[in-house]
């Protein structure tokens, strides 16, 4: 199937937040985060939204950049359970990291679950390497690792 990717805009927000509620069950983004986050798109951030052939979202990433030569954090990737597996997180973090080259940023940031291996491998193939933990920081006892990949 052919996988498109775009610009997230505000009519997305619904859908996405949605989706979130499913996949990320315990600490979804609400759709004002959402919209917020998006109102400064091709700003200080980059949000995109994967789409598949008849145009339903079934993939979204963000980063934000403060300024140009800033650091750049991911915000967040994720993908519909049902097209996992086909390269479409991949696609949408190496756009991510583009974003960040153009913005000058000398490191790319992430925080991802200590349990999540599979995102995991997705970011250390991508050059991702674990910089430290923060304890505790997706609720108690749930770890999350810093990771960076330096783009200078
Ligand atoms: C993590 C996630 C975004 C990966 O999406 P995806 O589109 O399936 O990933 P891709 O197909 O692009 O996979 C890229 C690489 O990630 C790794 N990977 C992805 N899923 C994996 C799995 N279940 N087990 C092991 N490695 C996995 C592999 O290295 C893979 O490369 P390969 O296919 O060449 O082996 C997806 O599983 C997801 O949405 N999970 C829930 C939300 C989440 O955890 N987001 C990340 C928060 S930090």
Redesign the pocket.
């Known amino acids: 199937m052919t996988i498109t990717y775009r610009a997230m805009i505000p009519l997305d927000v619904p859908v996405v937040a949605a989706m979130e509620k499913v996949?990320?069950k315990d600490d979804p983004w609400s759709i004002s985060q959402f919209k917020e986050e998006i109102s400064n798109n091709g700003i200080t951030r980059h949000y995109l939204v994967a789409c598949d052939s008849n145009h339903k979202i079934v993939?979204w990433a963000g980063a934000m950049c403060a300024q140009e030569g800033a650091d750049t954090d991911v915000l967040?990737?994720?993908?519909d359970p049902d097209?996992?597996?086909?390269?479409?997180?991949?696609?949408m973090v190496t756009a991510l990291i583009n974003w960040a080259y153009s913005k000058k940023s000398p490191t790319i940031f992430?925080?991802?679950?200590k349990n999540?291996?599979?995102?995991q491998?997705?970011y250390i193939?991508e050059g991702f390497a674990v910089i430290s933990m923060r304890p505790d920081y997706y609720g108690p006892g749930i770890d999350a690792l810093v990771m960076s990949k330096v783009l200078e």
């Open positions: 996949i990320f993939g967040t990737v994720a993908v097209f996992r597996l086909q390269g479409i997180a991949r696609h992430l925080e991802v679950e999540n291996l599979p995102a491998a997705l193939s």
